[in-house]
């Protein structure tokens, strides 16, 4: 099986209590098991992790380049404005996701721009907790085309 990293950034570890009408009440740990379910039906083995700090989302981004690893990732806030991450993003060669469980497009202005978009094969938004899902299936779609 393929490993993917499906990393998440800030406030993430608190799914299913930070502002359940936004992000529903789905936990950390029940986004982690759908997101290895799906990962094995696809033949993924997906490796689900998250921080609140952007050193060290960085330096899993580093590890995931290193080790040509495709990246499902919801960078949350450090969509925004993080161009530490951006930087490192772009030296990925393995497929990225970015990924958002809510449509940042249709909420406050200031999470209308992704630094992270342009160096992302593509992004996923506004699906829930099946935007994670979307996710894997792309990466393994395109990591079929590659084969």
Do not use: K
């Not at 094995?40 to 998250?50: H, K, N, P, S």
């Not at 999470?111 to 899902?133: D, E, K, Q």
């Amino acid at each position: 099986m393929t490993r993917v990293l499906v990393l998440n950034g800030p406030n993430l570890g608190r799914l299913g209590i930070r502002e359940p009408d936004v992000y529903g009440t789905t936990t950390l740990a029940d986004l982690a098991e759908l997101c290895r379910a799906e990962g094995e039906r696809l033949g993924l083995d997906a490796e689900v992790r998250q921080t609140d700090g952007e050193a060290e989302l960085i330096g899993w981004v580093h590890e995931a380049a290193d080790g040509r690893l495709p990246v499902v990732l919801n960078p949350a806030a450090f969509t925004h404005y993080s161009y530490g991450l951006r930087d490192a993003l772009a030296q990925l060669t393995a497929p990225l996701v970015e990924v958002h469980i809510s449509n940042p497009a249709a909420r406050e202005e200031f999470r209308h721009t992704s630094v992270v978009a342009g160096v992302a094969t593509g992004t996923i938004a506004g699906f829930g907790m099946n935007s994670y899902v979307l996710a894997l299936r792309a990466v393994a779609d395109l990591l079929a085309r590659e084969r």
